[in-house]
């Protein structure tokens, strides 16, 4: 039980913060672009609780990890008014790739800080259960933060992928592209739950996110291993 709660703990704590700094992204990039909706709402904190989804942020999760699934979740999406940016086709692309950027920027963080521990700490099993703890929240730190930028980078509506091909795709198309927002949620339960319950050739986070997730963790624990001396 002590061991489910430790490995439990060590997820959603990263998982909060990459997710919080993932919508606060978005807010700040609109707010400079003409937006000031998430300002207004309060919603440009580092306050947990102004973001957090109990479901999708904890539960889920938590679920997820213990039935040995790919974990993944969300907060409340922070609001963001297209059409009050400054230009709105060009500036949503650029708000959408806000969250996946800051999560890519804070696994390098998360990268430095674990190298930084190896290397002051040794890193060795007679550590001690903290600094076993920290380790292990840096580790899925990098993980979490890796994987919600790839994932949220998936083309399709509700994901920040989805939005910036829209704003590449031609007004008329993008228009008729953009009406799938309405089913955003059917969306993410076909890719994430049907698909793979279908086939397994389907599962297109395990064949297209998985990997790509795999490779560029790979490259920030090189990092990590280069700030460690190792």
């Known amino acids: 039980m002590n061991e489910t709660v430790f490995q439990i703990a060590a997820l959603v704590i990263p998982l909060v913060i990459a997710i919080v700094f993932h919508e606060v992204s978005h807010g700040f990039v609109a707010r400079s672009l003409g937006d000031p909706t998430a300002h207004r709402l309060g919603r440009l904190s580092l306050n947990p ?47 959408a790739a806000a969250g996946p950027g800051s999560n890519l920027v804070m696994a390098v963080v998360g990268a430095v800080l674990l190298g930084l521990l190896l290397r002051f700490t040794g890193g060795g099993a007679d550590s001690g259960l903290a600094l076993g703890f920290l380790a292990l929240n840096l580790l899925n730190f990098i993980l979490i933060n890796v994987f ?57 986070v395990g064949w297209l ?22």
């Open 49 to 95: 609780l102004k973001h957090v989804d109990p479901f999708g942020t904890v539960i889920l999760p938590a679920i997820l990890k213990l039935s040995g699934l790919p974990v993944f979740g969300w907060a409340k999406p922070v609001p963001v008014q297209k059409e009050l940016l400054r230009n709105p086709r060009r500036d949503m692309m650029l708000v």
């Open 148 to 204: 919600l930028a790839l994932f949220n980078l998936l083309p399709v509506p509700p994901f920040d992928g989805g939005h910036i091909i829209e704003g590449l795709l031609p007004e008329g198309l993008a228009a008729r592209y953009g009406e799938l927002h309405k089913y955003a949620l059917l969306v993410m339960i076909v890719l994430i739950v049907v698909l793979p319950m279908i086939s397994p050739s389907l599962n297109v």
């Open 209 to 230: 996110v998985s990997p790509a997730v795999e490779w560029l963790s790979g490259l920030y624990l090189e990092l990590a291993r280069a700030v460690a001396g190792n």
